[in-house]
């Protein structure tokens, strides 16, 4: 990787993972979305949500669905995604189910012109218009969350448990590598970057979205404290870390890893970072943030 491949490489990244991290704490500032009437998170949910994505891989079948059925399969997950977490924005479901299927044929259309190649010369649209869809998911379901109820310890506890997961997948059983080379370039695939001609920066959407979810749970939590010390840790170990080190290894061995997993540099320090967080208080809770409107007694 020459000098140039590198600094895009760490540019590009890192501004991807701020940019979601950011992008999510505005839509939490400006958009409330509706709460759920009864529940809230705790410890089981983490390990529900963790047995879920341990899962996914196999339950999704990255290596053995066709082609033809992959994008389909995608396309219909990220619409039902994207209506639910703009739906206080969008609130009219026919505009809304209008600007979604254009974002996603756009995507598709994109995807088709590059012939699902990439690397291919007229890619660029289709990482664009890709990376703004996979963006636009990570920032609803962020904001979904963060908004239902979800607390920084459990985000936390989530974001060290990925850690575990990445590691092991990346080395023990080479699964990483093989669904990151599994879905690029098709249409709707849970990443966002770019690639042009040598240069390349690409982000898995479950970075994203755990990026998003941390800074924005912070935020909730602790206010601007919460929030800079969410954006030093995104920059830190989310973007940083996870690019330097295979330049690094590059540099010492001659040989460039295909893959580091972020969540091995974000995920500890996620929870090290709630650990000092949680020093200055108790976490926030929603109502706390944003009290909900007081009840107005009608005329008889």
Known sequence: MSAGQSAFFVLVTLVIALGVSLASIAYFQRVTLPRPAVGVFNGNDVLIMMGFVVALPFLYLYLSLPGWLLSPVLGLTLAGGLSVGYGAVLRRAPVRWAVILCLLAADWIAARVAEGDPTHADALPY??????????????????????????????RFAL????????????????????????????????????????????????????????????????????????????????????????????????????????????????????????????????????????????
């Open 127 to 156: 990482w664009l218009v890709n990376s703004v869809v996979i963006m636009l998911m990570a920032v609803g379901a962020a904001n979904l969350n963060a908004q239902g109820g979800l607390k920084l310890r459990h985000v936390s």
């Open 161 to 300: 448990a990925l850690a575990v997961y990445d590691l092991f997948f990346a080395t023990v059983v080479p699964l990483t590598q093989k669904l990151f080379g599994a879905v690029q370039g098709y249409a709707f695939a849970p990443s966002a970057g770019i690639r042009v001609g040598p240069y390349g920066a690409v982000l898995g959407m479950g970075d994203l979205l755990v990026y998003a979810l941390f800074t924005t749970v912070a935020h909730k939590a602790y206010g601007r404290r919460g929030t800079t010390v969410a954006l030093w840790l995104v920059a830190l170990f989310g973007a940083l870390a996870p690019t330097l080190t295979p330049i690094t290894v590059e540099a010492l061995t001659g040989h460039l890893p295909e893959v580091v997993p972020a969540q091995i540099f974000f995920g500890p320090a996620a929870f090290v970072g709630y650990l000092m967080l949680r020093r200055g208080g108790p976490e926030r809770r929603m109502a706390d943030v944003r009290p909900p409107a007081p009840l107005v007694a009608g005329r008889a």
